[in-house]
C-alpha cells in the first residue's frame, strides 16, 4: 500500500472537517411510529482537506499525487480522530490540483476532498477503559466505594 510522504505535513486541521454518509434506515409506519435500524457497520466517511505547503513542499506533494498515485489509488494517510493520529486508507475524491492558488512567494495552498475507506472507531474495551478510568484520586476513592456498597451475593 503506498503511504503518505512522512516528509510532507498534514492537512491543516483548522480546516478538516469530517462527513459520514448515514448508515440508518428508517421506515414509518402507519401507526405514525418509525422503526430504525443500522444498515451498514461501516460507511464511507468523507474530509475536506487544505493544505498549506511551500514551494519545495508543494512540488514533493503534487509529484506524490501525479506520479504515485497514478489512478487515484488507495493510500495510507495520519487522519486525526479523538484517539489522536490514526493510519486510514484513503483516496481523492477529486484532484488538488483542481483548487490551488499561490499564497505568497514561497506559499502554496491546495485544497481537495477525501474518502476514508473506513475510519477507525474506539473499540468496546476503549470505551469502557475510558469510562471507568477515574480522572483523580478523589474519582477513584468515590467509584470504589459505590461498587463495594452496590456489590450484591
Known amino acids: 500500500m503506498i503511504k503518505y510522504p512522512s516528509i510532507l505535513p498534514f492537512p491543516l486541521l483548522s ?59 488507495w493510500f495510507l494517510l495520519f487522519i486525526p480522530t479523538p484517539q489522536g493520529l490514526v493510519e486510514h486508507e484513503a483516496r481523492f475524491i477529486n484532484s488538488p490540483m483542481e483548487n490551488y492558488k499561490p499564497l505568497g512567494a514561497d506559499k502554496w495552498s491546495y485544497q481537495a476532498n477525501i474518502e476514508i475507506k473506513k475510519r477507525k472507531k474506539p473499540s468496546e474495551y476503549e470505551v469502557v477503559n475510558e469510562t471507568l478510568k477515574p480522572k483523580n484520586l478523589n474519582d477513584f476513592v468515590t467509584k470504589f466505594t459505590n461498587v463495594l456498597t452496590n456489590y450484591e451475593d
Request: hydrophobic residues 35%; proline residues 2%; without cysteine.
Open 15 to 73: 480546516s478538516t472537517s469530517f462527513k459520514q454518509q448515514s448508515n440508518i434506515l428508517r421506515t414509518e409506519m402507519n401507526s405514525g411510529r418509525a422503526r430504525q435500524r443500522r444498515r451498514f457497520l461501516s460507511v464511507p466517511t468523507t474530509m475536506a482537506a487544505t493544505w498549506r505547503l511551500s514551494t519545495r513542499m508543494a512540488v514533493i506533494f503534487e509529484g506524490f499525487y501525479e506520479h504515485e498515485l497514478k489512478d487515484n489509488e
